[in-house]
């Protein structure tokens, strides 16, 4: 809490395992109007929000995609999949312009127990020590895709440092964590 400045966090005092295990929708930005010296006393005509749906086992992603359209249809709003025309648009108090990502996926979850998973686990404990198991990980990753193609299941073994600031500015990653994750990746790619 004190690294990242935080003085109470969402679900608090909800162990963080219990909540990264949950389906969450992020707010990855939203843009409309100016403010600050670009300010212009304006009512600016459209806004725009992108979101990222964070998905867990079970739930399938046309499915969590058609819920926000729900609820954004259930706040009043005429939803349409393209650029609204002047009818729309004169036709409806409200309309909301949705587009979809169709490259999207579903979550996916390899046991610990599999036979695989203990390999993979006695690797990365042979070049690192003893490790922490995190039962889900987080990740905009197509696992699911992958497990597919290669008709497999597949493990994740991250090497960041927990302050990498991932997908931020000043993403980073510390030459230590470069270090240890090289030797890491060797035991894996050398283990029987």
């Given at each position: ?180 994750g090289t030797q890491t990746m060797a035991a894996l790619l050398?283990?029987?």
């Amino acid at each position: 809490m004190d690294a990242f400045w935080l003085g109470h966090t969402e679900n608090a005092p909800a162990h963080l395992l219990t909540m990264i295990n949950e389906p969450s929708l992020n707010i990855n930005g939203i843009s409309s109007g100016q403010t600050g010296a670009h300010a212009a006393n304006v009512i600016p005509p459209t806004a725009a929000a992108d979101l990222d749906l964070r998905l867990v086992v079970g739930i399938d992603w046309h499915d969590q995609q058609q819920r926000v359209v729900d609820y954004i249809q259930s706040r009043g709003y005429f939803v349409v999949d393209t650029e609204p025309t002047k009818e729309i648009l004169t036709s409806h108090p409200r309309v909301a312009l949705v587009t979809r990502d169709p490259a999207s996926y579903n979550a996916v979850r390899t046991p610990m127990d599999l036979p695989i998973a203990k390999e993979v686990i006695a690797a990365v404990e042979s070049a690192r020590g003893q490790v922490v198991l995190l039962p889900t990980m987080g990740g905009s990753v197509p696992l699911g895709a992958m497990e597919r193609a290669a008709h497999t299941r597949t493990i994740t073994v991250p090497i960041a440092n927990y302050d990498d600031n991932q997908h931020a500015a000043n993403e980073n990653l510390r030459l230590q964590n470069l270090w240890d994750g090289t030797q890491t990746m060797a035991a894996l790619l050398t283990m029987q």
